[in-house]
């Protein structure tokens, strides 16, 4: 066990936060859940040090920052849980934005501050991409990328002193939520296969290296700045659903075209119709080793364990 013993997380409640708050919980931290609804969080989560309501109209949470060593910033709504109007598009900003703001209003009120802030935030932040891109690359110019500068920026009035890992997150394998999910019983019926042209880049990463990259973060010093955590072997659509099929024995035939998605999705089918070709450079210089490397075991150990 490393010396980072005390951890505020917020998003627990969500696909990747179940899972890191159980591994640390699992791991012997003291994990402070911040959550809208303190209630419905023990339930997910047991084996907390405590439940505390986030209001961020209220500063009466602030007192949770105080003697703790480390923050893990998992909040954000779902980018594809509704259309894009005007509405739900404020909602995605304001979810990572004025969140963030208001974690690090609470940190620098602190006495005793953590020492480590560690955000969740995603591959979308270098747009629609054909060519390789990493951790040094420039951002996008599409609205998830817009989102992304402005979530990663929002912790800048942090102390110095205090270290900061951004983990910007790519498509997440996991049977129970998210993409791979809604994916598996179209498969299933015989319906499945690539969305839109299949050509776009999917920047896939299996949900135990996602909660190993935190964790990562978390215990080592050297880890700082940006690490992407998505697979070092990316495929496009049409690869995914290939190997798809073939890990759950049925074909990959039929395509839904883009504009049936758009008919659906509005503006929000954009970030499924485009991607980028995400390589993890500095989550692996940093020392980090995947634990799933190829897709095809990655399937397997999520459909057929």
């Known amino acids: 066990m490393k010396e980072m013993k005390r951890v505020v997380i917020t998003g627990a409640t969500g ?6 708050s159980a591994r640390l919980i699992e791991s012997g931290y003291k994990i402070s859940v911040l959550s809208l609804n303190s209630v419905r969080a023990e339930q997910i989560i047991p084996g907390a040090a405590e439940y505390v309501d986030w209001n961020l109209k209220s500063r009466d949470w602030y007192y949770v920052l105080e003697n703790k060593d480390a923050v893990i910033h998992l909040a954000g709504e779902n980018i594809m849980s509704k259309r894009w109007t005007d509405t739900h598009k404020k909602n995605i900003i304001s979810s990572r934005v004025d969140t963030t703001h208001s974690m690090v209003d609470a ?28 951790e040094y690359s420039a951002v996008g110019n599409d609205f998830l990328a817009h989102v992304v500068e402005m979530w990663e920026s929002s912790s800048i009035k942090l102390p110095s002193d205090i270290r900061r890992v951004y983990v910007r997150i790519g498509m997440v394998l996991d049977k129970s939520e998210g993409v791979l999910a ?8 015989f319906v499945g296969g690539p969305l839109g042209s299949g050509n776009q ?6 949900i135990d290296d996602v909660v190993g990259i935190f964790l990562f973060a978390l215990e080592n010093a050297g880890a700082n700045g940006v690490l992407n955590a998505g697979s070092p072997n990316p495929v496009r659509m049409k690869e ?3 190997k798809l099929g073939s890990v759950t024995n049925r074909p990959s035939l039929i395509n839904v075209p883009g504009f ?46």
């Open 260 to 305: 049936v998605l758009k008919f659906f999705l509005g503006e929000a089918a954009d970030a499924i119709l485009s991607g980028a070709k995400v390589i993890p450079k500095r989550t692996e210089q940093a020392g980090y080793k995947f634990i799933f490397t190829e897709l095809k075991s990655a399937l397997e150990n999520l459909i057929r364990k």
């Open 201 to 206: 880049w999917f920047p896939w990463v299996h």
């Open 15 to 20: 696909m990747i936060g179940k899972k890191v």
């Open 240 to 242: 995914f659903c290939k």
């Open 182 to 189: 809604k994916m598996i019983p179209p498969f299933k019926y």
């Open 107 to 134: 940190i620098n009120n602190a006495v005793n501050k953590p020492k480590v802030f560690i955000s969740a935030s995603a591959v979308g932040y270098y747009g629609n991409s054909e060519k390789e891109v990493d």
